[in-house]
Nanobody, 124 residues
Framework: QVHVVESGGGLVQAGESLQLSCTASGLTFDDRTMGWFRQAPGKEREGVSCINVRRDQWHSESVRGRFTVSIDSAKNTLYLQMNSLRPEDTATYYC??????????????????WGQGTQVTVSS
């Protein structure tokens, strides 16, 4: 059974940084492309950043150049380093397996074991 836990969110001011972490049991991050997704109130969930087994990265246009995704294999932990945060980055952030279709970053429709997410709030 897969159990995902995201952490590291918080309340920050615009321009500041945060690092999110994701750990999971029953899911080995080195085996697949993993990613970060976010959902703001009233909006659909969107893919933010993904990383594959070769450590290639993909980022949505809105975060490119500001966010970096990484994996610590020894700890089976996925990170999202978020710099130069903006109020529009405010959302609940989740990690999950990722599929890349051109510029689209999506979670496999068969993935159902979403964690509780971690809330990021950026004040202006």
């Amino acid at each position: 059974q897969v159990h995902v836990v995201e952490s590291g969110g918080g309340l920050v001011q615009a321009g500041e940084s945060l690092q999110l972490s994701c750990t999971a049991s029953g899911l080995t991050f080195d085996d697949r492309t993993m990613g970060w997704f976010r959902q703001a109130p009233g909006k659909e969930r969107e893919g933010v950043s993904c990383i594959n087994v070769r450590r290639d990265q993909w980022h949505s246009e809105s975060v490119r150049g500001r966010f970096t995704v990484s994996i610590d294999s020894a700890k089976n932990t996925l990170y999202l380093q978020m710099n130069s945060l903006r109020p529009e980055d405010t959302a609940t952030y989740y990690c999950a397996p990722c599929q890349v279709f051109g510029t689209r970053l999506v979670a496999p429709p068969t993935f159902v074991d979403w964690g509780q997410g971690t809330q990021v709030t950026v004040s202006s």
